[in-house]
């Protein structure tokens, strides 16, 4: 029974999983579970799927077979017609059932990276982070009976039978005594675990308004997600910028509201320091994430973000993700810059993202080389 409840439960999350599925570019541009995130699950409204259930009506109105009728009357019995009653009349359209399910992050970065098609990643480095591990090792004497070994308890219940004299092949009784039984041994080991940092940058200079903000958000959540599944220590930094950077939460990384001009170069220098003070490259894997409209203060500045990717950035990151959200204000420029000098170089990933239904494939872009 509990086999068959276990196959039923697999074939409902099958059947939510395909739901999902079918509604994921929805469900990534409209942000819209973002919102019900908690902890360790997300709860994801999915339509159209019909959960059979049992009604019971009042034990006081009868029902078929009960009360006075006679054979071939309608039940109900009613002798209105169809659609009219002293109720309110009923609707031509029909109804849309959803069903709230909660789906882990790990189910939700599976089902992005099925959709997308996204590779697994190749860890770089090692963590810092240590995991104690469990490792059986021997055997010993004592232990509890859970880890009994039973092959060599039987074997050295045999040989006690064979050295006394007592082991007859024609009937084999095998009885082990308590000094016959050996339990498995083990020790802990320390294990590193695969670990990354993901360095959030954002211009919120005046031209990035709240939708290109909202756009960052969005993508950002699903970029978390991906990246949470490929690693058990993830951390995230946020740096803001216009003229001048610094780094923020989260909460301030999404809300904050600035104006004047921009100078990318010194999120760059940032980031870089950030590295520098808490990443080495042979421990960490490495994942800037820069957002902008794409307007730089000078041609100047934009040489100095040059040299700083190509010296202090670039050969220590997994990859560099470059993404421009498309503003009225912005001139679009930095990302033509970015290509010219590093349209050959793998380890810078560009992306234009012109509105929310643009973020999967922006997705696409920065996670689908396995870096």
């Known amino acids: 029974m509990s086999l068959k409840i276990d196959q039923d439960h697999a074939r409902f999350r099958n059947i939510v999983k395909g739901r999902i599925r079918q509604n994921l570019k929805k469900y990534i541009s409209h942000g819209e579970l973002i919102g019900r995130k908690g902890k360790d699950l997300v709860s994801i409204p999915i339509p159209e799927i019909d959960i059979p259930r049992f009604r019971f009506a009042d034990k006081s109105q009868g ?8 054979q071939g009357d309608p039940v109900g019995g009613g002798e209105e017609e169809e659609g009219e009653g002293d109720g309110k009349k009923a609707g031509e359209g029909e109804g849309e059932h959803s069903l709230e399910v909660d789906v882990t992050m790990d189910e939700l970065a599976a089902i992005l990276g099925e959709d997308l098609e996204l590779p697994d990643i190749e860890n770089k480095g090692k963590s810092r982070i240590i995991n104690a591990k469990d490792r059986y090792t021997g055997i010993r004497r004592v232990g509890p009976e859970s880890l009994r070994h039973f092959r060599r308890t039987y074997r050295e219940a045999i040989k006690r039978q064979i050295s006394s004299g007592v082991y007859s092949p024609d009937t084999p009784v095998i009885v082990p005594i308590p000094d016959d039984k050996r339990f498995r041994s083990w020790k802990t080991e320390p294990e590193p675990v695969a670990n990354a940092v993901i360095i959030y940058m954002m211009d919120v200079s005046g031209s990035m308004g709240d939708d290109q903000k909202e756009i960052v958000r969005i993508e950002s959540f699903w970029l978390d997600a ?97 993404g421009q959200v498309e503003s009225p204000y912005g001139s679009g420029q930095f990302i033509k810059d970015l290509r010219e000098h590093f349209g050959k170089d793998d380890r810078v990933v560009l992306s234009e993202v012109r509105d929310k239904d643009a973020i999967m494939g922006s997705i696409k872009d920065f996670l689908g080389k396995g870096k």
């Open 226 to 322: 991906w990246l949470q599944r490929q690693y058990k220590g993830l951390e995230s930094r946020y740096i803001i910028h216009d003229a001048v950077a610094k780094e923020v939460d989260r909460e301030t990384f999404f809300h904050t509201r600035e104006s004047g001009g921009t100078m990318i170069s010194s999120a760059y220098k940032m980031c870089a320091q950030l590295i520098d003070d808490h990443y080495p490259a042979e421990e960490w894997n490495i994942y800037p994430f820069h957002f902008s409209d794409g307007d730089n203060w000078s041609m100047d500045d934009t040489l100095t973000c040059v040299d700083v990717m190509k010296t202090r950035i670039l050969p220590r990151v997994n990859m560099f993700a470059y």
């Open 63 to 70: 029902g078929v077979g009960q009360g006075d009728g006679k």
